[in-house]
């Protein structure tokens, strides 16, 4: 991916990638929001245990295709595997950033 992405996301990202859930957290707000499978997890201590969970489930990879930013939101959309029914997916995670850091994250097909 060429594009040049806003810190937190592109902290999010290698995050990530690392699989740190920890460091996933420290990329949002305090009161920041995840809304992912129909669920919404808010909060940097709900955000944490949601990525820790669903990793634990899913033991997924994540891997980005391509980028877009219109203002404070930021698009990326992936190509994700794991141990999920049809064993990949392309998603498009929609980021809100404000002051540095991610206020909301929606993970959609």
């Known amino acids: 991916m060429i594009i040049q992405l806003p810190r937190p996301v592109a902290a999010y990202l290698a995050a990530e990638k690392a699989k740190n859930a920890e460091l996933v957290a420290l990329c949002f707000h305090n009161d920041a929001v995840v ?6 997890h808010r909060g940097v201590m709900a955000i944490e245990a949601w ?3 669903a990793n634990a489930q899913y033991r997924f990879v994540v891997e980005p295709l391509d980028a877009s930013i219109d203002g404070q939101t930021v698009v990326v959309r992936t ?13 498009r995670c929609t980021f809100e950033v404000i002051q540095d850091r991610i206020r909301s994250l929606e993970i959609a097909p």
């Open 35 to 40: 809304r992912d499978e129909g669920k919404e």
């Open 51 to 53: 990525y820790r969970d």
């Open 79 to 91: 190509h994700v595997t794991g141990d999920f029914p049809g064993g990949e997916a392309d998603l």
